[in-house]
Structures are given as C-alpha cells and as structure tokens.
C-alpha cells in the first residue's frame, strides 16, 4: 500500500460525517444535523489546514507540481474555494428553523452539493498527483516519521483516524 492512499480513508470519514448531518436534517432532527454539520467542518478543516501546512509545502517543486491538473495552485484555490463553501454554510446554520419544513430541509441539501461536489473532485486529484508524488517523494525520507506523527496528531485532535506506519506495515 502506498502511504499517503491511507489518506482516503480520512477523506471517507470526512464525508461519513457529511452523510450523519444529511441523513439528521432529512429526518427533521435539526439540532442534531447542526451539531454533525459543525463536526464535519472541524474534520474538514483540520484535515485541509494540515495539507496546507505539511503536505503542499513538500509537493511544491515536484514533477506533478506543475502539470496541468495537477498543480500546487489548482490544490490551493480548491482547498480555498472548500473554506469559502464551508464559511458560507456555517454562516447559515444557525438561521435553520427547528422544526425545518421539507422543502427547506431539499435546499439546504441542494446548497451542500457544491461543497461536496468540490470536495470529490479535490479528493480525486489528490488521488492523482498528490498522494504518488509524496509517496514517491519520502517513503525512504528521514522526514516521514515525524512529519507522519504530526499529521496524524492533527487528524486525531479532530477525531480522525489515520493509520500509524506500523499499521501500514512500512
């Protein structure tokens, strides 16, 4: 297994997240879609500042950095526009009425559709160029011990699992 594929299992948990806020909202259970909406977004964000910090600045200067679709500054403006999406959302969140009618309760699903729809798009991009070139880039680096730890601390601080390099067996 490559290392860094075992980041799609977070992305699975982030939109696992998504689904639990979805499936409450659909259900009438507001509060309860509001309080999985926040930790979807505390998941999201985290995940996304940790790319940021940890991760873009070693893709930087790859071969895969600069292809098209799959550049450092197409990653960078998704992970914006993903912030600007989440932004809007939250902002938003706590005008839902409890009870929220049917009809609201499709359009807020609408409006999440973007968000989701970018986010899978991302995800699958990362899937391409991302996640090879690291793998490519520090499976014997002296670095990925601790740049691992950290990353995983991150995810776990947003009660993300990722698996330990033992557990990936490296």
Do not use: C, N
């Amino acid at each position: 297994m490559a290392i860094f594929d075992s980041l799609e299992g977070v992305h699975q948990q982030i939109r696992d997240r998504l689904q639990a806020h979805q499936e409450a909202l659909v259900q009438g259970r507001t509060e309860e879609a509001r309080e999985h909406f926040q930790d979807f977004a505390r998941a999201l964000r985290a995940h996304r500042e940790s790319e940021d910090d940890l991760l873009f600045p070693l893709y930087d200067g790859t071969p895969e950095s600069s292809r098209p679709g799959g550049g450092l500054e197409l990653l960078e403006a998704e992970h914006l526009k993903l912030g600007r999406l989440l932004q809007d959302l939250q902002r938003h969140l706590a005008d839902l009425p409890d009870p929220l009618p049917p009809a609201a309760r499709v359009a807020w699903i609408e409006r999440e559709r973007i968000l989701k729809e970018v986010f899978d798009h991302h995800d699958m991009r990362e899937r391409a160029t991302l996640h090879p070139a690291l793998d490519r880039l520090l499976r014997a680096d002296p670095r990925l011990p601790e740049l691992w730890a950290e990353l995983r601390r991150r995810h776990r601080e947003a009660g993300l699992d990722l698996p330990t390099l033992t557990e990936l067996r490296l």
